[in-house]
């Protein structure tokens, strides 16, 4: 049998010890044979790197000292591996079980997929329950320029339109995509570095989607991007500008909801919908069922 891809993980941590094992657990739970897993605590004052000196005989390198944010971490994360597949977790997050393999088995099998999330994403509670899952339908490069994976606000008077966020704690990648968009996260995007990495990664290769549950964020309080949520739209909003993104105006965006709450349905079975810029297709894989596979369908989405 074929050797698996290897799987490229990182994850930050700064005084984040009632999260960490969880994180941790999660990810080396999916008992993946290929795995280069990466740690890397920020000069944590807390039991975090009791935590890792606990599990550091299975990471394939970890330090604790002082950093510049959890992005120039994850930089010097990234700058040390050497996965065909990469990819980080917060030390909040969690993995869902058998996320690797199905990550795994869909770029090992289909050389297209440069890269790869979930269209289920899920999140956590503090207790560390799975509260929610959400269903985005699929992704589409036009839809990310018009601000369809953008974060929802009132900001500019009205409420923008989106979809939904892409789910970093889900989303994977191929090294070779890493490096054709330059190889880093920009770090001087305090707060969104993944949404212009999301970005960046657009400029190269569609993203694909799985309906399978990947991985999960924490909603927990006194969270940064909920204290910052304005300036991290605006960090949004402001990356969308950079490469040329056009979002929906306040009529665009009011009658893109109502038509989602309302016709869609019939909609997607119209021939033409998506000519008519209504629509996009979106790349999903679905499996097939007991002892089935990973097929490749085309979804409509508004």
Not at 96 to 118: C, R
Not at 201 to 221: I, K, M, S
């Amino acid at each position: 049998m074929n050797r698996p891809p290897k799987i490229s993980l990182m994850t930050p941590n700064f005084n984040c010890a009632d999260y960490l094992e969880h994180t941790i657990v999660s990810v080396l739970a999916q008992n993946y044979p290929n795995l280069e897993y990466i740690v890397l605590d920020g000069g944590s004052t807390d039991a975090s790197v009791d935590i890792i000196r606990k599990y550091e005989d299975r990471l394939a390198y970890w330090a604790s000292r002082p950093d510049k944010g959890p992005y120039a971490t994850i930089n010097e994360g990234f700058a040390r591996s050497t996965g065909d597949i990469m990819a980080w977790l917060n030390s909040d997050d969690m993995y869902l079980p058998g996320a690797f393999s199905t990550v795994a088995e869909i770029f090992a099998q289909n050389p297209e997929v440069e890269w790869l999330t979930t269209i289920m994403p899920a999140a956590w509670n503090e207790q560390g329950q799975a509260v929610l899952v959400g269903d985005l339908h699929g992704f589409n490069r036009d839809s990310f320029v018009r601000g369809g994976n953008g974060p929802s606000s009132k900001d500019q008077g009205y409420k923008v339109y989106t979809r939904g966020c892409i789910q970093q704690e889900s989303t994977f990648w191929r090294r070779s995509l890493w490096e054709r968009a330059g190889g880093y996260l920009d770090t001087s995007v305090t707060l969104a570095a993944d949404y212009e990495l999301w970005a960046r990664f657009y400029q190269h290769a569609e993203l694909y989607g799985v309906r399978a549950l990947l991985g999960g964020y924490r909603l927990r309080t006194n969270q940064i991007t909920d204290q910052l949520a304005k300036e991290y739209r605006e960090q949004c909003r402001v990356v969308l500008q950079r490469y040329g993104g056009k979002p929906y105006g306040k009529a665009q965006a009011w009658l893109r909801r109502r038509v989602a709450r309302t016709i869609y349905p019939a909609l997607k079975r119209m021939p033409g919908a998506t000519s008519l810029g209504v629509l996009f297709p979106a790349k999903v894989w679905v499996h097939s069922g007991r002892g089935g596979s990973w097929e490749l369908t085309t979804k409509l989405m508004i």
